[in-house]
Nanobody
């Protein structure tokens, strides 16, 4: 059974950090591009970051550049999103998604999705 499971969300104060994990089962994550998306209440789901499989290219949304870092550990079949200097506007449900080889900002590009993990940034 193909599955993606996110973890690591929670409540953090502004300026704090969290590390999200996206663990895959039923397929080899190394062969897939993994994207992180987020969706705040009443807003569209937006792309945050992506790491490709084809050449390891990495992409970030302008809103998170310099604060978030995506990485993969193929031995653990897991992709991480390190989030530093968190802001209240980062509050959202964060999802990871998998697509063969290449990244895309389009949600429809991705074949598999996790169930999401809540990140709340508040004092």
């Amino acid at each position: 059974q193909v599955q993606l499971v996110e973890s690591g969300g929670g409540l953090v104060q502004p300026g704090g950090s969290l590390r999200l994990s996206c663990a895959a089962s039923g397929f080899t994550l190394e062969h897939y591009a993994i994207g992180w998306f987020r969706q705040a209440p009443g807003k569209e789901r937006e792309g945050v970051s992506c790491i490709s499989s084809s050449d390891g290219s990495i992409y970030y949304a302008d809103s998170v550049k310099g604060r978030f870092t995506i990485s993969r550990d193929n031995a653990k079949n897991t992709v991480y999103l390190q989030m530093n200097s968190l802001r209240p506007e980062d509050t959202a449900v964060y999802f990871c998604a998998a697509a063969i080889l290449y990244c895309s900002s389009g949600k429809d590009w991705y074949d598999y999705w996790g169930q999401g993990t809540q990140v709340t940034v508040s004092s």
